[in-house]
């Protein structure tokens, strides 16, 4: 049984590039959420996709966007990077119907950016 | 914005020992959860305990809530080199998917 995976592992771009990240829920997953994790902290909530929608969206600008396609992978987009965008970016994946947050919800081991 | 507070920021224990890792949290919720991460990888999901709930327990792991106190203990106990990693509570609220993380306790445990 697959987990989530998350490609690529790690990733180098340059302030004002723009990077896309890639997502593959656990099988039998249909809602996909993904969470920037700063060096030190704990992972922040970015936005989720269920349905091929944006349906929850956090506190960050909309240099952050993000995909879902109709077998339930998802990519996440930023654009115009900065020095500040460095983390680890995390996918989360899970089922719409326990919505509520009945049940855990399953990490990928995320994707290092790193921003020159 | 983060909900939810670690304490302490690090613990460094015995192999043997018990470990006890605190959260307090901010706003009503729906349940909360806590999760291990290990250097430089995903977040593992440990035990969930719902709002109605006070305890629950899975192997070596007892996790407590006070609601009224907006608070919740990790336990573990007879704790083992492996137990070594970061531990996070998240917190999910009514009708949200959404996960609030704290910024996580530090767990050494030295063998």
């Known amino acids: 049984d697959a987990g989530v995976t998350q490609s690529p592992t790690h990733l180098i771009k340059t302030r004002g590039q723009q990077v896309t990240l890639r997502c593959s829920p656990k099988?039998?997953?249909?809602?996909v959420s993904w969470y920037q994790q700063a060096l030190g902290q704990g992972p922040q909530f970015i936005f989720q996709?269920?349905?091929?929608?944006?349906?929850q969206r956090g506190n960050f600008p909309d240099r952050f966007s993000g995909h879902q396609f109709p077998n339930y992978s998802s990519e996440l987009n930023v654009n115009a990077l900065l020095l500040g965008d460095s983390a680890l970016y995390l996918c989360?994946?899970?089922?719409?119907?326990?919505?509520?947050?009945?049940?855990?919800?399953?990490f990928g081991d995320g994707t290092r950016l790193s921003i020159l | 914005s983060q909900q939810g507070e670690e304490d302490p920021q690090a613990l460094s224990i015995q192999e043997g020992e018990n470990a006890t890792m605190n959260c307090s949290y901010k706003?009503?919720?729906?349940?909360l959860q806590w999760y291990r991460q290990n250097s430089g990888r995903g977040l593992v999901h440990l035990i969930l305990?719902?709002?109605?709930?006070r305890e629950k327990h899975s192997g070596r792991l007892r996790v407590t809530l006070d609601t009224s106190k907006k608070s919740s203990s990790l336990l573990i106990t007879a704790s083992r080199a492996a137990d070594t990693a970061s531990y996070f509570c998240?917190?999910?609220?009514?009708?949200?998917?959404?996960?609030?993380f704290g910024k996580g306790t530090k767990l050494s445990v030295i063998p």
């Open positions: 989360a994946s899970s089922f719409w119907a326990t919505k509520g947050g009945n049940q855990p919800q399953h």
């Open positions: 099988s039998g997953h249909d809602t």
């Open positions: 996709y269920y349905e091929e929608e944006e349906r």
């Open positions: 706003t009503s919720i729906n349940n």
């Open positions: 305990i719902r709002s109605n709930e």
């Open positions: 998240a917190t999910g609220g009514a009708g949200s998917y959404q996960l609030t």
